[in-house]
Nanobody, 124 residues
Framework: QVQLVESGGGLVQAGGSLRLSCAASGRTLNSYNMGWFRQAPGKEREFVAAIGRSGGTIRYADSVKGRFTISRDNAKNTVYLQMNSLKPEDTAVYYC?????????????????WGQGTQVTVSS
């Protein structure tokens, strides 16, 4: 089992940048594919980005392509989400999640382990 803790959220103006981190403890991170999801008030949790165990497979939601970059450092047991050119519609609680499936998945229900989330607020 793995425990996940997100950090790096905050308040930023539109056009700004933030880098989120997800630190894992317990089982080593390279046992899992990792994903970032977000949930805005009154909306369902939605997929943002995912990365395979070795970092060779990466997927993004269309809404963040070209602006967000997911990466991982297995030696540090940490996954990152670099967010650039932020927009007010990016405002949400961001969650990292771990999954031990063979495939890199984009559906929240298929992820087994979740962090507590970190708030990202983008002002216009």
């Amino acid at each position: 089992q793995v425990q996940l803790v997100e950090s790096g959220g905050g308040l930023v103006q539109a056009g700004g940048s933030l880098r989120l981190s997800c630190a894992a403890s317990g089982r080593t991170l390279n046992s899992y594919n990792m994903g970032w999801f977000r949930q805005a008030p009154g909306k369902e949790r939605e997929f943002v980005a995912a990365i395979g165990r070795s970092g060779g497979t990466i997927r993004y939601a269309d809404s963040v392509k070209g602006r967000f970059t997911i990466s991982r450092d297995n030696a540090k047991n940490t996954v990152y989400l670099q967010m650039n050119s932020l927009k007010p519609e990016d405002t949400a609680v961001y969650y990292c999640a771990a999954d031990d499936n063979i495939w890199v998945l984009t559906t929240a229900l298929q992820y087994d382990y979740w962090g507590q989330g970190t708030q990202v607020t983008v002002s216009s």
